[in-house]
């Protein structure tokens, strides 16, 4: 999961989101895991925290194909198809 570093560095995001993901912010209080295990994800997500019970993800939705590459902070799994939730 180490790339997922790297893409956030890449696209500029602030650096508490790598904080997040890396465990260092409110995983412990939500009960979920940092950085976030593989339960499959589409392109689209890039997982910060997961949780095993559903399985889903909280991580940011960014659509690569956008003008301007519009960022979303989202809530989905594999288990409803990754429908997302705002």
Do not use: K, Q
Not at 3 to 18: E, K, S
Not at 52 to 59: E, K, L, T
């Amino acid at each position: 999961m180490v790339p997922y570093d790297r893409v956030i560095a890449d696209l500029g995001l602030p650096a508490w989101i790598g904080e997040v993901r890396n465990g260092r912010w409110l995983a412990d209080a939500m009960g979920w895991d940092a950085p976030a295990d593989w339960y499959t994800c589409p392109p689209a997500l890039i997982p910060l925290t997961s949780n095993g019970s559903g399985p889903s993800y909280v991580g940011i939705w960014i659509r690569w194909t956008a003008g301007g590459r519009a960022l979303h902070f989202v809530h989905a799994g594999p288990e409803t198809s990754h429908a997302l939730e705002r």
